[in-house]
């Protein structure tokens, strides 16, 4: 975190140093997890600092932050003596999931420009961030593993993962007036490390697609 921070810094003080323009946004998004077993939607925000190198190629750093997402899913354990009583217990996994990234990358208009009077311009992006994810998994009811075996797809109890995004969005904007500018974008995370966890529903590791609109303000 501390080296991704002191990136960031960097990064806002080259950009004021060159003296060109560079816009803020912010937004609001909507998240759906598309895993298997995992599906939630969620609410967050974006909030993102552009620099802009050239008319059509700007660098970006945004924070992302959402709403807890829960789903549950139901299983059972079987008795591993036949004779125990009763054979088998169903129980609910309830688990919730928040997420938080950071991303750095680039930014390319392919229709339009940063500044562009046009009526509307088309941009895509790619970068690379940290995801951070806050995992809890609650049972329905206590289970003594010492009498049944409980399937293994996601562990009791809470963890904290960090994994490497990369990072896609493919957006447009409409231009409202002077230096503001209306965009709607559709974004995704894919895995750049996969280190399993437990806490995930069969160490599945996300996979999201999310729906964002906001606004844009250049500052010239």
């Known amino acids: 975190m501390k080296k991704l921070f002191s990136t960031l810094l960097l990064f806002y003080c080259c950009a004021a140093e060159a ?3 560079f816009s803020l946004t912010t937004d609001l998004s909507v998240l759906r997890n598309l895993g298997e077993n995992q599906g939630f939607t969620a609410i967050g925000q974006t909030v993102q600092f552009q620099y802009h190198f050239k008319p059509k190629e700007i ?3 945004w924070i992302s932050y959402y709403s807890p997402g829960r789903y ?4 059972t354990a079987t008795a591993k003596d036949p004779t125990t009583v009763p054979p088998t217990l169903d129980y609910t996994i309830s688990s919730e999931i928040r997420y938080r990234q950071i991303s750095l990358g680039w930014k390319h208009f392919f229709k339009g420009w940063y500044d562009s009077e046009e009526p509307f311009n ?3 992006s790619a970068g690379f961030g940290i995801l951070f994810s806050k995992i809890t998994n609650t049972y329905s009811q206590p ?3 010492t009498v049944y075996m409980i399937p293994a797809k996601a562990a009791a109890g809470s963890d904290e993962a960090r994994r490497l995004t990369f990072d896609l969005a493919l957006g447009t904007e409409i231009r409202l007036g ?5 965009y709607t974008d559709v974004r995704t995370w894919l895995q750049a490390s996969s280190t399993p966890s437990p806490y995930y529903y069969d160490n599945r590791t996300p996979q999201v697609i999310m729906l964002n609109g906001g606004l844009r303000v250049l500052f010239d």
């Open 72 to 75: 549950q899913n139901t299983l």
């Open 122 to 124: 088309i941009y895509g």
């Open 178 to 182: 002077a230096g503001i500018y209306f």
């Open 143 to 145: 289970i003594d593993s």
């Open 59 to 61: 660098g970006y750093a």
């Open 19 to 21: 003296q060109n323009a």
